[in-house]
Every structure is written in C-alpha cells, then in structure tokens.
C-alpha cells in the first residue's frame, strides 16, 4: 500500500510491548506486515461511512478474490447469528487508508476497517481506535508476539486476524534447467546467502528480458529489505528503539549483497523498491525465482507453470519478515459496539481457521493449528511456509512495529530505490538510507 509521511506519534508507555513480543516469538509457529496521514478525529455523533443504522456496519478493506469470498464468509455468519449486515467496502491495497483517512477527516468514517500491523500504533496514537471490551477472555487464546502489536498500557485496540511470510518460490522449468538438484526442505539446510548467489548465477535466461531474481521489497514491502540486514546480523534501529544505527556492519553487508542483484544483472532495474511486484514479475516470467507471501500463491496459481518454493537463504542468522494484518474498530463510529462484536467474532478460533484455510495465511490464534487447516491452495507450500515463520526474530519485530514505523517504511522505499539503481559506493549509499530514517526518528 501507498506510505504517506505522517507526525511521529509518541510512544506507548513503558516496556511490556518489548518483553511480549520477546515472549511470544519463541514459541510461535506461525507469523506474519503495510500508511496514512495526519486527521482530525470525528465527534462521536458523527456519521458511518455507509450512512448505516446499527443493524448495518461498513467495513473498509482490501482483498484478493480469495479474501473477498472469505470476509463475505464471515459477514454471513455474523449476521445469520446476530441479525446485523456487514457492508463489505473493497479498495485497492494502494488505496485503503485514504479512503479511512478521507472518512475521518470529513466525519464519514468506517464503522471498522483492515490495517496492517505496523500501523495500529499510529492510529491508536490519534484516538482512533476503539478499545476491545472483551479484550482479556481473548488474549490467553492469542499468540503474544501477535497480541502485542495490537496492545500498550492503555489497551488492546483490536484483533491480530492473521499473519503471512515469505519465501522463495521458483519456476520448476528454471530450476531443473539450471541444476540446481533438490531444494532445501528444512530451516536448518535452507542456502546460505552464498549458495543463494551460486543458484541465481546458474539460472539461464530463456529471453532477453529474463532474469534470475526478483526480492519483495517495492512500495510498502520496502521494509523486507531488513530481512537481510537481520540475517547479517545488523539492526536498522537501536536496541532502544529511539534513533538509527550509523555504519551498522550487518546492514553494510546487506546492503552491498543486495546491490550486487542489481549490479551482477540478477535482478531487473524495474524490481527496485519503486518498482513492479516482485510477484508479478514471477507470474509472467520475467524472472525465475522470487520471494513471495504465502497469501499471493492463489494468485500465482493461475499463472499457468509449475513452481516450487524453498527458505529464504541465511546469513549470521535466518530471519523472515513479520506480515499480516488486524482488524480494528473506530472509537468515534456510532455502531462502535456492532463493530466490536464483529471484530471479536472474527477472532474466535472456528472462524480463524476457516478464513486462514481460504485466504491462504496463517493464524494468530495458540489454538487454531496451521497444519491441521484445510488449505485450499498448495497445502504442500503452506507447510512450508509455516516452518519459515519459525524465523521470524524479536529483533527485527521491534524494530518493524514502533509507532513511526509508517514514515520509516516511506523513507526505506525512496532511500533504497535511489541507492539500488544509484552509483554511490556503499557505505555512503547506507549512509543515504540512515540519514532518511533519522529525518523521521527526529520529527517532534
């Protein structure tokens, strides 16, 4: 989705945000990120985005076609029990938290809306969100790491609905083509970063516009490039959250390994942090191999070749990046109570499996097994992707998860793109990325 730059909210009182989220991705199994504008919050009289009278609640999201089917799903059932109509109000990825903000600022807000969890904070940080009543009989049932990213001091401000990852996946002519043998099928054996290049560097172009590579990082997946700093082991932020690291040794390295993609001719000038989908760009075959969400493989499904996938490669550690989103409720809504109610119903286990099993995601429940759902798109891949997000590093979530994170991402997308296809030399090219970050860590 689009990142606007936005004022740095403060942030949240003390440190149980940092001790749940190193308590919670331990024992995970599963994990799973995306920006807005400063607003004025609506007076609580104020309208729904629908016009909608209680029996009736909006809800803004984005989906894909296997989402759409499975959010309908879940409107069915709660009207069926409770008598109440949930209006479905689909937007593009692109497009949804302007058309929030837009309802915000002119009193028209949703009555509850899809975000991502890098930007709970910020918005709880306005006032936006309303507080989840039954906030306490939920959370034993939630995964910490995940319950964390919608909970501070003064409350949990939503439901983690789900959570996705990625890995790599390969276009099964390219592989046997290059030799590449049999793929990784552990975490343990997945290709160190250098076996990685040894596997892109034999992948043979078949056209003149086909290329080994393409890495996840454009728009708002700008911040998958801290997987690699994380497996180098290097940090884009201190440990305390509060400023940047300036000539971190691990994000160096990182840095110059994946400009070398662009360098060496791996990876297309068009697969930079501005530019088209790496996922796209798998689907017609531009490139042979590219990291992808678990959420995307109904899409790939349909490109019409056979494909594989296997672990991101390794460094100093394996790490993969921590994606999905949230459901939240909008404090100033005058249905706010029918919009919590769906809000918790989505929450309950039977209903998380089965929008997980469709959407082809991962839960955020303890109770609700990945591998026990009945995965309706390459159940194969998504064992898998399950074990990859064993990966998934407290030191990378905190990082990804602090209430500026938005404006982070924003500076992350321009910054990268300039020194992917720029000529710098490396550190004064990392230098250009920590400046931007600091230009945000440093707003009042």
């Known amino acids: 989705m689009q990142f606007r730059s936005r004022t740095r909210p403060a942030r949240p009182p003390g440190t149980s945000r940092r001790a749940v989220l190193g308590a919670g991705l ?61 209006k479905l109000q689909a937007v593009p990825y692109s497009e949804v938290l302007t058309a929030v903000d837009t309802g915000l600022r002119t009193d028209s807000p949703p009555d509850l809306f899809r975000v991502s969890y890098t930007d709970v904070a910020a918005y709880r940080a306005q006032g936006v969100l309303a507080d989840l009543p039954d906030a306490a009989e939920l959370e034993p049932s939630f995964l910490p790491a995940f319950w964390s990213a ?96 300036t000539d971190d040794p691990g994000a160096l390295k990182a840095l110059t390994y994946t400009r070398d993609l662009f360098r060496k001719g791996l990876t297309p000038q068009n697969a930079s942090a501005r530019g088209q989908a790496a996922s796209d760009l798998f689907l017609n075959q531009t490139v042979a191999m590219a990291f992808a969400g678990d959420f995307l493989l109904s899409e790939i499904e349909g490109g019409g070749f056979e494909y594989q996938a296997t672990f991101l490669p390794r460094d100093v550690n394996a790490s993969a990046d921590l994606g999905g989103n949230a459901l939240v409720a909008v404090e100033a809504s005058p249905n706010k109570e029918a919009a919590l109610a769906f809000v918790s119903y989505c929450a ?5 499996g089965d929008f997980c099993a469709a959407a082809t995601v991962l839960p955020t429940r303890s109770d609700v097994d990945p591998a026990a759902l009945a995965y309706s798109v390459r159940p194969d891949l998504m064992e898998l992707y399950v074990q990859q997000a064993r990966a998934i590093r407290e030191p990378l979530v905190q990082q990804v998860v602090v209430p500026s994170f938005s404006a982070i991402n924003a500076q992350l997308r321009d910054r990268l793109d300039e020194v992917f296809l720029g000529g710098d030399d490396d550190r004064a090219a990392l230098r250009r990325i920590t400046d931007g970050v600091a230009s945000v860590l440093s707003t009042p």
């Open 150 to 245: 919608v909970t501070d001091d003064e409350g949990t401000f939503g439901v983690p609905h789900h959570t996705d990852t990625s890995m790599v996946l390969l276009n099964t002519a390219a592989v046997a083509s290059a030799g590449l043998g049999a793929l990784p099928t552990t975490l343990e054996t997945a290709w160190t970063w250098e076996q990685f290049s040894d596997a892109l560097t034999r992948v043979q172009p078949s056209r003149a516009d086909t290329y080994a590579f393409a890495a996840n990082w454009q728009n708002a997946g700008a911040y998958r490039w801290l997987n690699f700093v994380d497996q180098a082991g290097g940090r884009l932020l201190t440990e305390d959250l509060d400023a940047v690291t």
């Open 26 to 86: 331990g024992a995970t199994t599963a994990a799973g990120l995306t920006a807005c504008s400063g607003f004025s919050t609506p007076s609580s009289g104020s309208g729904s985005g629908s016009g909608a009278s209680s029996d009736e609640i909006t809800m803004i999201t984005w989906a894909s076609d296997a989402e759409a089917a499975a959010f309908q799903a879940l409107a069915d059932g709660f009207r069926a029990e409770t008598g109440t109509t949930v």
């Open 348 to 352: 309950q286990a039977q209903q998380m």
